[in-house]
């Protein structure tokens, strides 16, 4: 017969394994390799919207203008101190803001110098380019046919034309800025004859280019003030 074996001087048995409901804990896991990627790519596009944002930013600005202004009040901002000298006491014929507009200012002034009837007549245009980039265009409307004299150490570009002593006209860049300045003489038709006369007193113009230019040099600082 087979008998169970003896506990004393007997093998010892392993303890026999205990089942649980409660399975052992799982060793930590490590961060997937892709989530590494996903954030990098999150955090990439973040930065590149920024820079998007910023540069468009930029873009909206506009050009620099260089401390010009539109002037509602530009009549009364011109004072041609240097051609009353030559020409007589200036006065305003008509006057007023042509174009207002979120990407371009324009105005003109018309003037009298001397007596209303006999003094030469004169006009000033200012244009203030907000968006595009007036430089390209400028030498070729300046010339437009003519041959002007350039003339240095005024704004970017400059333009000056003569006829005798009928007339004179300066033109001018600045960035973003144009001016021009005209005097000519005035005439009167007769109709009886079918002719014009001179009815402007005879003032000679040469060198009319010097006060010409100190008055668009004045005009231009009080513009950027």
């Known amino acids: 017969m087979i008998s169970e074996p003896e506990l004393a001087g007997g093998v010892e ?13 799982r060793p930590p896991r490590s961060r997937r ?5 996903l954030g990098g790519a999150v955090l990439a596009s973040a930065v590149w919207g920024g820079g998007l944002y910023a540069y468009q930013q930029r873009q909206d600005a ?5 401390g010009y202004r539109d002037a509602a009040d530009f009549c009364r901002t011109i004072e041609l101190k240097a051609l009353e000298g030559v020409l007589g006491k200036a006065g305003q014929d008509g006057s007023g803001p042509a174009i207002e507009d979120p990407a371009l200012f324009q105005a003109g002034c018309s003037l009298t110098f ?7 007549s004169a006009s000033v245009t200012y244009t203030l380019h907000k968006k595009a ?6 030498a070729p409307k300046a010339e437009n046919g003519r041959s002007p004299q350039p003339v240095d150490g005024l704004g970017e570009q400059a333009f000056f034309d003569q006829s005798g002593n009928d007339g004179a006209q300066l033109v001018v860049l600045d960035g973003q800025a144009e001016f021009e300045l005209s005097v000519w003489s005035q005439y009167d038709y007769d109709s009886a004859k079918g002719e014009a006369t001179r009815s402007t007193r005879a003032i000679d113009l040469s060198g009319i280019d010097v006060p010409m230019t100190q008055d668009l040099l004045a005009l231009m600082a009080a513009l950027k003030k």
Do not use: I, N
């Open 62 to 66: 506009g050009p620099d203008l260089g």
């Open 33 to 37: 390799p892709w989530s590494w990627a």
């Open 13 to 25: 048995f392993d303890a026999p394994e205990v089942l649980t409901d409660t399975p052992p804990p």
């Open 114 to 120: 001397g007596p209303p009837q006999e003094g030469y």
């Open 133 to 138: 980039d007036p430089g390209p265009e400028f």
